[in-house]
């Protein structure tokens, strides 16, 4: 929104993140509300870990309509909020809140972000195995995505035996149907002639270290042909996984969409319409262009 449409009835939305100088969310909303034609305004709030609470309550009291959450406060945001979704419950990390009556509310739309350019595929998905690679937070949204997709099995590989231990741990009680084991990176190569759909969740092969790859190429090569490789960095497009794996026939999806459908989801979630993805997915190319280097 230019500053020149802000009045004294300008609603206000935000992300909250630390840092968060390098956030493409207040780019994809704004031009998001502006197409809309709507009397709001995003924008981009460093919140050190330690002040959550008091930024939510200020946040708050100042009648902010909805926020994002971003790293590090998005398992730290569940003590203060008085409901969380079934999704979010399960992913354990929540990164869209908004006010009601009775306090903040919650979910987590990385899911049905994750899940949307895969949803417009025609696919048998319960005949899909899903490889994922990493453990961290981002692996628990793909995982409850994979989840909801009915994949017959998710294979979550890590390279810390007790971190795998207890993530496996995490989703035994989970009222998703989820079937999963997790393995160790030396098991990778027995594991990707099965998997139909191989997504990276680390950070390998994100920007600086844009020559690192996950997965070797000749690794890749087992592949089964049509298999899906998701990699959830969009920086760079594409990373060398994707271009190696695409190489090797499979179909590739960058991190980008899943970017534009999580916000568009939490978009919708806040002013109770349908959000102009077309107009966010430009937004996000955009910011991204600006930022690479000439
Ligand atoms: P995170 O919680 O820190 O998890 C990262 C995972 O990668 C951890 O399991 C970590 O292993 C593993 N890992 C890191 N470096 C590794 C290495 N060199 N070798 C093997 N494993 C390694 O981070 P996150 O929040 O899940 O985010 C992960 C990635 O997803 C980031 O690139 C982020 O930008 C991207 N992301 C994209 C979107 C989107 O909308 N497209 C949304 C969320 C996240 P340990 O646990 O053993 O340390």
């Known amino acids: 929104m230019a500053t020149s449409r802000i009045t ?8 909250l993140g630390y840092p968060i100088a390098h956030t493409l969310s207040p780019t994809m909303h704004n031009q998001a ?18 002040d959550l609470a008091i930024a939510l309550q200020g946040l708050g009291v100042i009648g902010i309509q909805g926020l994002s959450l971003t790293i590090p406060h998005k398992q730290a945001i569940l003590p203060h909020l008085a409901t969380v979704d079934p999704v979010a419950q399960a992913v354990g990390a929540v990164n869209t809140v908004w006010p009601t009556p009775e306090g903040w509310a919650g979910t987590n739309t990385d899911v049905a972000g994750f899940l ?17 690679l990493g453990n961290g937070g981002a692996a628990r949204a793909v995982v409850a995505a994979c989840a909801q997709l009915g994949c017959q099995q998710i294979q979550v590989v890590g390279r810390n035996a007790a971190k795998l231990a207890a993530f496996h741990q995490s989703w035994l009680a989970s009222p998703l149907p989820v079937r999963l084991t997790v393995q160790t ?6 594991l990707l002639p099965q998997a139909q759909l191989l997504v990276n969740t ?6 600086p270290q844009t020559t690192a790859s996950p997965v070797p190429a000749s690794s890749l090569a087992k592949l089964a042909p049509g298999a899906i490789a998701y990699d959830l960095i969009y ?21 980008l969409e899943m970017l534009v459908q999580q916000g568009a989801a939490a978009l919708e979630i806040w002013l109770g319409r349908s959000a102009p993805l077309d107009v966010m997915r430009q937004a996000a190319q955009g910011g991204l262009a600006i930022r690479e280097p000439a």
């Open 8 to 15: 004294g009835t300008t609603k206000l939305l935000g992300v």
């Open 235 to 255: 920086t760079p497009r594409p990373t060398r996984f994707l271009r190696e794996a695409q190489h090797q026939g499979a179909i590739a999806l960058d991190g």
């Open 33 to 50: 509300i502006a197409h809309l034609g709507l009397d709001y305004v995003y924008l981009p709030f460093p919140v050190r870990p330690q």
């Open 185 to 190: 990176w030396d098991q990778l190569p027995a």
């Open 116 to 132: 949307a350019p895969l949803l417009s595929m025609d696919r048998d998905w319960t005949q899909t195995t899903a490889v994922i």
């Open 202 to 207: 680390t950070p390998i092969g994100m920007d």
